[in-house]
């Protein structure tokens, strides 16, 4: 009987902990840019560089669309602080090019080019 009790003295003690969210990915960059009413973000994110490409804008003449499967150019190097971003084709949606060194940058969006600020998370 000692044995079941101890099961369930463990079983109180874990559901009496607090429940805190589990991240499977991290936050390995980001970056965002703002001119009047247009606004663009893009993050890399994961669990080694340069992870995958999450990106989202708004804007009056940008339509925003859903994260869609999207093949992106990638070049990333942490060490020298340098990113550049653009999707692999051109596939009917907004094209971007972003392009950082250090904690600033600039993306083209819609004929507009954006400065930005770039923020490296350490891993």
Known sequence: MTLGIRKAALAAALLSLPL???VASG????FEAKQGDVFFMLMLVGR???GSVNVSW???SIPQYPNMHRRYYVEFDRAKRQAYV???SRDGLPWFEMDVSGK???VLIDGRRLQGNADWTVQ
């Open 20 to 22: 805190a969210p589990a």
């Open 48 to 50: 080694e560089d340069p």
């Open 58 to 60: 708004k804007g009056a």
């Open 27 to 30: 936050d390995l960059f980001y």
């Open 104 to 106: 600033s940058g600039n």
């Open 86 to 88: 653009r999707p692999l």
